[in-house]
């Protein structure tokens, strides 16, 4: 279309796409006075809306979610019909928005970009569209959508076919009347699952073909629910404010209830519950570890996969539909209509590509390895090259020639999924590393185009001219990102969320699957910290706040906003008994720790009576004498026993395949310094003494220890050497206090709000060593001497006051010729790598301690394995 003569071709944004992110994002600019284009290759307004047309259609997240809240009196004037409304009446809804804000004027249909190149020196961006015409912009905004482009048949012969083939993302705006047909449905996606039931009703034969059987829960669509409409009725603005700070973009209290914890009847009672509420973030919501725990996860597939049992008649075909090989959740379920019921009419076959894969398609038809069949139309449901596919398309370069596809050639890189280095004002909606897909992404629309607004405002306000996020900032959300996901089953599926659909396409999860509440809030934060992670330049300004927004674990993050949100006493603010009880308090609920093949306990002598000891003996083969492994607890040498650290030792001797032998030690302020010390040297030479007894191999003997425990493990080591004896293979040195010096600059970064603090670290010196006596080494044993030490494993904690004198230590051992090996905990606290099976995030660093006490005893048999 060509622009009237009178419009400048210059704009101060331009925006693709005119769906509903387009849409709200030219309203908002248009409020902040600045010149807006929308191009739009569709003819009306819509997006995805304009585009899938097919049969069956409908959003199915509740349309009372999927709506635009920033507009009061529109939602007063707009009714959605039903709970899950046609694409009819969604596509109805934005030419109604559209019209109410007047947003045609500003929007060019029929018109698509191809192309878009930043101007370093004039600092715009220059827009190529159709037939060659160039406008140019200070911002750029694509408003493409996460599903628009269409992912091409990937299936040998597709060109061949003579009938008609259909796309369900780009059916025919006319319709399609399959009356007396043969139909082929390729794909059993969101888009298959709603079209079958439909074509079904027309075709004379209906054959699906399905490669990955997918979860769907049936809708039960009707009325829009009773209980959201009352919610909104009595606090509008309340409502939809808890939407922006959910989970998913819909107000859903997430449930605590552990699978493993919870009877068999309350678990069928919440399956039931979500099966008939008939929600995504209802099924999804059933158990909390649902997504995070295989088992948990089976519990409620094979609830599913019961339910489909029950309603297909031919066992054979139910088996079929019934999904295997990937997690619920870990590929978009559907919400169906009559889906798995379809497979009851005797016209409708299933034809399981896992079986029978397609050969080929012909002129007439599609060839699988055991049969050719014959249609009139074949239909595509085959999906979309998800999230990068339309802004990689879009041949955009940035700064010095670089363009986005090249630079996202092993996946896309972004900052909070809105901009990314190297293209200047360049901005996408729900872009890749943002929560879209995993959300409602009417509310993500939202908070983006809000925060993009915003953003804009601020560069006006402060006569910049350019934003551009830093390459610290943009690797630190990268690396967020993919820590969120690692948590949670998604990344081993075969998913368009991994980019797996799409033969080449590289894996990696693409959506953020922290939550928008989380999401929200970093995007907040990062603003309030003078745009954090972004370089800001405007005549003669340049600047910078470079950082990285969130650098914890997730799983870390969110214990210590429930260890916060307890409200629990200052521990150096209580006496030894009352810390000692609190700290039993806390651990009460906690998992027990895997499996190992037998616990015993017993007593070792002490230099001043007995010490009691835990053994744990790894499960399964092979018999015989294992590596030993002496550890000691943590706890500031005030704190902790067995019990304390038994999930942890479970751990350890189930990965590590040694017997791991706790021994309990002398604590202060009863006894002090040097007790502790003493008391673990004593327990060492036991142990070398007792080998054989303990079912240990002689000479294969390792100390271990955590916090403290560390520290009395490590003063064992420097006593052994000093005596000549016993012959320590390996210390494995968890978060170790090895000296006495608070100041290093770890005790001032994570002093405070970590758990374990600078001031109880204090506490902790107070009760066990008089001043005079700190720097002895059998205190400090960094202030040793240091030749002649077993090889050692040290593991710092990113937030751990301790970090800096466990890295000193392990740079003190090297230096002393010491073989060493220093391992981060990236993320993690004092006290998280050790929260096992509560921090998933921790698995890989106990893996790596795992992997380093097996390297202490070369000649040992090989480990068990733990997830
Ligand atoms: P999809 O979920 O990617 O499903 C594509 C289907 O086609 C899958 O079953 C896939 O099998 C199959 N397929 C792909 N290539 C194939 C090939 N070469 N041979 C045989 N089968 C092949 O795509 P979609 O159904 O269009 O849905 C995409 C997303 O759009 C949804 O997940 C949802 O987020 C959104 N959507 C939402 C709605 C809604 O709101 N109601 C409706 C439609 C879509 P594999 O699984 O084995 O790859």
Not at 535 to 564: L, Y
Request: proline share 7%; charged share 20%; hydrophobic share 40%.
């Amino acid at each position: 279309m060509n622009k009237p003569a009178s419009v400048p071709e210059q704009f101060d944004a331009v925006v693709v796409g005119a769906g509903f992110s387009g849409l709200y994002m030219l309203y908002r600019l248009r409020q902040l006075g600045l010149s807006v284009k929308v191009f739009d290759s569709a003819g009306d307004v819509g997006g995805t809306w304009y585009w899938n047309r097919y049969p069956g259609a409908r959003c199915d997240v509740p349309t009372t979610d999927y709506t635009f809240s920033f507009d009061p009196e529109l939602e007063k004037e707009w009714t959605w019909s039903e709970k899950y409304a046609t694409q009819p009446e969604i596509l109805e809804y934005l030419r109604f928005v559209a019209d109410r804000h007047e947003l045609r004027s500003d929007i060019e249909f029929s018109t698509a970009v191809t192309a878009a190149r930043w101007d370093e020196p004039a600092k715009q961006w220059v827009i190529t569209t159709g037939g060659g015409r160039e406008v140019r912009c200070r911002h750029y905004i694509m408003a493409t959508g996460c599903l628009s482009v269409a992912k091409s048949p990937d299936i040998e012969g597709a060109e061949r076919f003579a009938g008609p083939v259909y796309f369900t993302s780009r059916w025919p705006h006319e319709g399609v009347d399959f009356t007396g047909q043969r139909v082929a449905v390729i794909g059993t996606g969101s888009s298959g699952i709603q079209s079958i039931p439909l074509i079904a009703r027309q075709a004379s034969q209906l054959t699906v073909f399905q490669r990955t059987a997918n979860f769907s829960i049936p809708a039960h669509n009707g009325p829009a629910p009773a209980e959201t409409l009352r919610q909104l009725d009595e606090g509008r603005d309340a409502y939809r404010d808890a939407a922006r700070w959910s989970r998913g973009g819909v107000p859903v209290e997430p449930t605590d209830v552990l699978a493993g914890a919870a009877s068999e009847e309350v678990r069928r009672e919440r399956f039931e519950a979500a099966w008939q509420q008939g929600e995504l973030f209802g099924i999804l919501n059933i158990f909390a570890d649902q997504g995070v725990n295989p088992a948990a996860n089976d519990i409620v597939a094979e609830m599913i996969r019961e339910k489909i049992r029950a309603t297909v008649n031919d066992p054979e075909t139910a088996e079929a539909l019934c999904p295997r090989g990937h997690y619920f959740g870990t590929k978009r379920p559907c919400l169906d209509t009559g889906y798995f019921e379809t497979f009851n009419l005797p016209h409708v076959r299933l034809v399981d590509l896992r079986k029978e894969p397609i050969v080929s398609i012909t002129e007439d038809g599609i060839e699988t390895a055991g049969e050719s069949f014959g249609f009139d139309a074949i239909v595509y449901a085959t999906g979309f090259d998800a999230m990068t596919g339309a802004l990689v398309g879009a041949d955009v370069t940035g700064r010095d020639g670089l363009t986005l596809k090249d630079k996202w050639v092993a996946g896309p890189s972004t900052y909070l999924g809105l901009m990314t280095t190297g293209f200047p004002n360049f901005f996408m909606l729900t872009g890749p590393g943002s929560p879209s897909v995993l959300s409602n992404m009417a509310v993500s629309i939202e908070q983006h185009v809000d925060w993009v607004a915003g953003c804009l405002k601020d560069l006006r306000d402060e006569g910049l001219e350019t934003i551009e996020p830093t390459e610290l900032a943009e690797a630190g959300w990268n690396q967020h990102n993919q820590d969120c996901a690692a948590i949670t089953l998604h990344p081993t599926a075969n998913s368009w969320y991994m980019g797996a659909n799409v033969p080449g396409k590289p894996r990696v999860f693409l959506p953020y699957i922290g939550g928008v509440g989380a999401y929200r809030q970093a995007c907040d934060d990062v603003v309030t910290q003078d745009y954090l992670g972004f370089t800001r330049t405007g005549p003669g300004a340049v600047r910078c706040t470079d950082g990285v927004i969130r650098s914890m674990q997730p799983d870390v993050a969110m214990v210590m906003e429930f260890v916060n949100a307890l409200g629990l006493p200052a521990m150096e603010t209580l006496s030894a008994a009352e810390a000692r009880a609190l700290m039993a308090a806390t651990a009460e609920d906690r998992p027990p720790g895997p499996e190992v093949g037998e616990v015993t306990d017993g007593v070792i002598p002490g230099p001043d009576g007995d010490l009691p000891y835990r053994l744990y003996r790894p499960a399964g083969p092979p018999e015989g004498p294992r590596p030993v492994v002496v550890y000691f607890h943590g706890g500031g040498w005030v704190l902790g026993n067995l019990d304390s650290d038994d999930p942890l030792c479970r751990d350890l001797c189930a990965r590590s395949g040694a017997v791991v032998v706790s021994v309990n030690y002398r604590h202060a302020p009863e006894v002090r310094f040097p007790a502790a010390a003493l008391d673990a040297f004593a327990a060492v030479q036991w142990a070398d003494a007792n080998a054989i007894e303990l079912g240990g191999i002689p000479g294969q003997l390792a100390v271990a220890g955590w916090s403290a425990g560390a520290n009395v493990a490590a003063v064992a080591c420097q006593l052994a050497r000093d005596a000549g004896g016993p012959r320590i293979t390996g210390q494995l040195l968890i978060c170790p206090a090895v000296d006495s010096d608070l100041t290093r600059p770890s005790y001032e970064e994570n002093g405070d709000g970590y758990i374990l603090t600078t001031a109880l670290m204090r506490w902790f010196w107070d009760h066990y060593a008089d001043p005079a006596d700190r720097g002895d080494p059998r205190a400090a044993p960094l202030r040793g001497d240091l030749a002649g030490l077993p090889p050692a494993c040290i593991v710092a904690a990113d937030f751990d006051p301790l970090r800096d004198e466990g890295v000193a230590y392990a740079r003190a051992l090297e230096a002393a010729a010491v073989p060493v090996r220093l391992t981060r905990a990236r993320g993690h606290t004092h006290t998280s790598v050790t929260m096992v099976d509560v921090v998933i995030s921790g698995a890989p660093v106990r893996a790596e301690m795992a992997a380093a006490l097996g390297n202490f005893f070369p000649a040992a048999e090989p480990r068990a394995h733990v997830s």
